[in-house]
């Protein structure tokens, strides 16, 4: 088994070799050295290093200095975090109930839905084909989303609305009551679901972004030995285009981030990912409505600094989390907390926060 392992990883990089010689015209032993150093030293998956242009033979080891692999970052979690209290933020609907239980703005839960049974928010069971449609017909708002209760990444994350006596999904295809139970039992990643309203942007994101789609803020916080908080990064992520979900994933879906200056709560300029997939490019207006990005202030800033600050206190002795919270007209609301939150190399100043994480630990 070890063996085939290695054989597996030696042909992932050989391909990978071939894949960097072709789009950056180098040498087949310049190629390889790169792909050693960043696939083995820095401990970078392939294709990570390779949407964040890190095989550019043009990048200097300063480029490499301000990232921070997924792996890197996982065992620096690992150090802060105790993994035994994960399921806390890693379960959407105890992460919810704790947070309602303590005061914390967060959405409600409409419906708990599994293949076998589910459960309104009265607390009240249904199963069976006729307790669901009599839910889909009668006890949902006309906009509603389905996530995964143990989801990450924007994974199985589906909305739906109200049209007649059947629903739209996001790519506006008519769905009966039947369709969207049949859709989730054949969900072969997850056999949980929550069923929540849809919340909406404010004013000011959809402004800029010409979009009612929820584009949240991610917010990273780390607790010192004192148990004392701080916010080391926040970024607003948005929507690049036909996305369901605003999950970056390293470039990989197509989406923008803009870092936020935490000092005032202003926007910076955006980074995406290049059209070939190789590294990361930056606009200063957004693609759709012009607007630069520098030109807007986060809303209800203080609010989101303070409803941060807060959720990572009640949730010690995890130490560090990447929060996503809403921006909403009646002000931010706590969607999730990431336990094992990303690395968003995306911005130069990951390195910092990795470092800042190190020396807590």
Known sequence: MALFSQMKTCLQQLRLVCRVRSRYAVGLWPAYLRVR?????????????????????????????????????TKIQRALNPVSWSPLLTNKEAFRRYCSALGLPVP???????REAGWLCNGRRFSGEQDEATLFRDQLP???????????????????????????????????TEQICHTLRGDDQDSSFIVQPLLTNHVAIQRLTGSSQLQTLRVVT????QNRCRILAAHLKMHGGAQETDNFNSGASGNLSAAVELNEGRLTAARTARPDGSGMRSLD????????FVEVMVPFWPQICSLAEAAAGHFLPIRTVGWDIALTADGPVLLEGNFW????????????VADLLRQSC
């Open 37 to 73: 150093q960043l696939c083995r030293t820095a401990r970078f998956e392939a294709d990570e290093a390779f949407r964040l242009g890190l095989f550019d033979p043009g990048s200097d080891l300063a480029a490499l200095e301000r990232c921070v692999s997924r792996k890197q970052l």
């Open 108 to 114: 409600r839960t409409c419906a708990l839905w599994t």
């Open 142 to 176: 006309d906009e509603f989303v389905v996530k995964p209760t143990t989801g990450a990444l924007g994974r199985g994350v589906r909305v739906y609305r109200r049209s007649g006596s059947g629903f739209v999904d996001f790519e506006g295809n008519l769905c009966s």
């Open 222 to 225: 780390l607790c010192d030995r």
């Open 285 to 292: 207006r957004h693609p759709a409505t012009g607007v630069a």
């Open 341 to 352: 939150w990303n690395p968003f190399n995306q911005h130069p100043h990951m390195g910092q």
